[in-house]
């Protein structure tokens, strides 16, 4: 097998090459530079030790190496996205786009095509059932990584290869420290690839600019204080806001008008919701309304599913249906803290296993 492996310097990449030459595969190691310099430097991620630690997992394991550019690619297509989507107010999730678009996108159109799989570091598992390969969830649950990869298409699931989602990660860990391989107790990586050492509000700031606007209290319409920009606020938010008398949390943003709105209270009902409507919605294997019979059946169904909005072991239970005009709802058995639009919702069947279906948050019920 002609196997292409994404590898980044970390220890889950690391020990996903050396599982691969257990099973007799010698994959072609794959370093890709995507970390963003704008034209006066700006962003800068340091890619020296990435590229000294897999350059020495190649010659360990005897694969071929070579190192690919795609920062142009990353810039037009994750960088932009996550500037333009916070500019809308939307909160954006860079690390699923770069999976989709670069990793599994840009790697695959100009070297991986020519490869029979590609393998990364993720944690996370394929199953084939009926002739059709599904996306599924890793051995550990903290880890997990398929909300992650919830927007590849079923071509790009066919095609991955996840060598150590049958593993935990002390068992990573373990089986790097005995292999001897460098990066056995390196630190994981945190926060956006792309921004390197630079503050996520610098980068914002340096893009968007600042603009003072209110913070008013939902329930009163009392004025509360200033901020600087909606752009540098989530929903949900609890810090940062800098107000007395808290705590105070941002549920709902004006993107007009430039106003955050909050509510007091250290668990405000108003920062629940426990409905959402999905854009861009689809399946990533199979349509499982398809099975509903007529199109009249179908759209009066709902399915019974587990979810998640956001980076979490936890799984949430609601029911999927399909509105008239074609997009998707999903109504939650329990109240679903900071739902805000631009989120991905990643959706899985309903013994929170195989991931199904994936898409994108435009408003709360």
């Known amino acids: 097998m002609n196997v292409a492996a994404l590898v980044s310097g970390g220890v889950d990449s690391s020990v996903a090459v050396h599982l691969l030459k257990e099973q007799g595969i010698t994959p072609h190691i794959f370093y890709i530079r995507i970390g963003m310099e704008d034209e006066e430097g700006f962003i800068d991620c340091p890619a020296e030790e990435d590229i000294e630690i897999t350059s020495f997992i190649a010659k360990r394991y005897g694969c071929p190496f070579d190192e690919v550019n795609l920062h142009k690619e990353y810039w037009d297509n994750v960088v932009t996205y996550t500037i333009e989507s916070v500019r809308r107010g939307l909160t954006p999730n860079p690390d699923i786009m770069c999976n989709k678009l670069i990793k599994f996108g840009a790697f695959e159109q100009r070297w991986g095509h020519e490869y029979d799989r590609i393998a990364t570091g993720h944690y996370a598992t394929s199953e084939v059932i009926d002739g059709t390969t599904f996306l599924a969830t890793a051995k550990d649950p903290i880890k997990d990584q398929t909300d992650f990869l919830s927007q590849l298409n079923y071509q ?172 998707y709802h999903i109504e939650s058995d329990k109240r679903i803290q900071g739902v805000a639009a631009g989120q991905y919702c990643t959706i899985y069947d309903n013994d929170a296993h195989l991931v199904v279906a994936s898409g994108m948050i435009s408003e709360r019920g």
């Open 156 to 327: 790009q699931i066919a095609k991955a290869m996840f060598p150590i989602g049958h593993l935990m990660k002390n068992e990573v860990r373990q089986i790097a420290a005995e292999a001897h391989l460098p990066s056995a107790f390196r630190k994981d990586s945190q926060g956006i690839c792309f921004l390197g050492k630079i503050n996520y509000n610098d980068f914002l700031r340096r893009y968007l600019g600042e603009r003072e606007g209110k913070i008013i209290e939902l329930e009163t319409g009392r004025i509360l204080g200033t901020h600087k920009g909606y752009w540098f606020h989530t929903i949900g938010q609890r810090k940062g806001l800098f107000l007395s008398g808290g705590p105070w949390f941002v549920v709902k943003k004006d993107i007009e008008e430039n106003v955050l709105y909050v509510s007091q209270g250290y668990d405000p009902a108003t920062q629940y919701a426990t409905s959402f409507n999905l854009d861009g919605f689809y399946y990533l294997s199979t349509d499982i309304f398809g099975s509903f019979g007529n199109y009249a059946e179908r759209e009066s169904r709902s399915i019974d599913i587990q979810f998640k909005i956001r980076h979490t072991p936890d799984f949430a239970q609601g029911h999927l249906s399909r509105n008239a005009d074609g997009s």
